[in-house]
């Protein structure tokens, strides 16, 4: 922290239940090496105790403060005010997009939770598994006895910044993909009709801007990616094999 | 004050598709691919209005080919000629990562594909200019 400060305003976006949405500027005075999280605990402490927003941890752990930082997805308890703007700028912070709000910054993230159940995303792995295009063969089973979190937060960010999540409510989305791929290669049988479908692998147009805005380094992109690997070559053998079977009848 | 939120995905939301602010190169890869792609289906439709002309008989052809002249027309050709090269260019990037070729490089590939298309769409606007 410094002895400097600087004068924000903080464009916040605001909407209560079956209200009309809109933004509301908050002038405050920051250390500029605080985080955005501490800014808006600040609006809400002393300026307006109505303010909505989720957070938790304040260490990048739990997922919870999720929100749009000048239109850009970031994690606000890890996100320093001088990273994003400057003195006597305006910081526009808005919801997470793609999820229903509940009521000013915080949103639904109920479908991610149950998809992320669906795909039998774990939340705790050996640590061997920790290499994305590792497949299962080549795990270390000594390994197993070392157990680490998935770096997975489900914070929700890359849903956020998805393309494809815009425009399809039944796309799985990047963390659940990712979520997927964790369990490791060969896919898991019952995933894979799931998986490799219109609202699984194939609806990702490969922006890669949940790779760009993780902040917890899954790389949801290159998960996806080597999930259309699996897929393909498991494709491409069973066409192989059912062709082989026709040529030996 | 705006309308009440629509925060959910829909398919009403696609033009948020065409929106940079905020973009990383792999978003901005995502809005050029989409911008192209519509160019290069107009076109078409503009194609097909000038082959129309051959029904016309081939005076009303040559009379309008002769437009293709103009130096905006040929502007025009290398917009088409340039979101050609990008499309494809791009797309070849889409296709290596979708079989794992060079996922955690997908940046630089971008950049070394339009570096690769802006020449070539260079070498044709000398061309097509000069011709």
């Not at chain 1, 000594?142 to 890359?158: F, K, M, P, V």
């Not at chain 2, 082959?51 to 040559?62: I, R, V």
């Amino acid at each position: 922290m410094s002895d400097i400060k600087w004068n924000i305003t903080l464009k916040i976006y605001r909407q209560k239940e079956n209200e009309p949405s809109h933004y509301q500027d908050f002038f405050i005075e920051v250390d500029p090496d605080e985080y955005v999280l501490d800014a808006i605990e600040r609006v809400w402490a002393f300026q307006d105790r109505t303010l909505v927003f989720r957070h938790a941890c304040h260490h990048s752990t739990c997922g919870a403060c999720g929100m749009r930082v000048d239109g850009v997805e970031k994690l606000t308890c890890i996100t320093s005010i001088r990273s994003v703007t400057k003195d006597g700028a305006t910081l526009k912070v808005e919801p997470l997009r793609n999820f229903p709000v509940v009521s000013d910054l915080a949103v639904n993230m109920g479908s991610l939770y149950a998809r992320m159940e669906t795909v039998k995303a774990r939340s705790i792995l050996p640590i061997t598994e920790a290499e994305i295009e590792t497949p299962k063969s080549e795990w270390n089973n000594t390994d197993d006895q070392y157990i680490r979190l998935s770096d997975c937060i489900e914070c929700g960010l890359c849903i956020s910044a998805c393309p494809s999540a815009a425009t399809s409510p039944t796309y799985l989305g990047p963390a659940v993909l990712a979520g997927a791929q964790a369990n490791g290669n060969p896919i898991d049988p019952s995933l894979v009709k799931l998986l490799d479908s219109e609202d699984g692998l194939w609806r990702c147009h490969s922006a890669f801007e949940c790779t760009a805005v993780c902040p917890s380094n899954v790389d949801p992109g290159r998960r996806i990616m080597n999930l259309r690997t699996q897929v393909i070559s498991d494709n491409f053998h069973k066409l192989f094999h059912k062709t082989q079977g026709k040529t030996d009848e | 004050m705006s309308k009440t939120n629509t925060n959910q995905p829909s398919p009403k939301n696609i033009l948020s598709w065409f929106n940079p602010i905020g973009k990383q190169t792999g978003g901005l890869a995502f809005i050029l691919n989409r911008v192209t792609a519509i160019g290069l289906t107009l076109y078409l439709y503009v194609h097909l209005i000038v082959l129309g002309q051959l029904a016309n008989g081939p005076e009303a052809y040559d009379g309008f080919v002769s437009l293709m002249n103009h130096p905006i027309i040929i502007f025009g050709e290398l917009l088409i000629v340039a979101a050609g090269i990008m499309h494809g260019l791009n797309g070849v990037r889409i296709i290596l990562t979708t079989f794992g070729i060079g996922v955690t490089h997908q940046k630089l590939q971008f950049y070394i594909l339009m570096g690769i298309a802006l020449i070539v769409i260079l070498i044709f606007a000398v061309r097509m200019f000069n011709a």
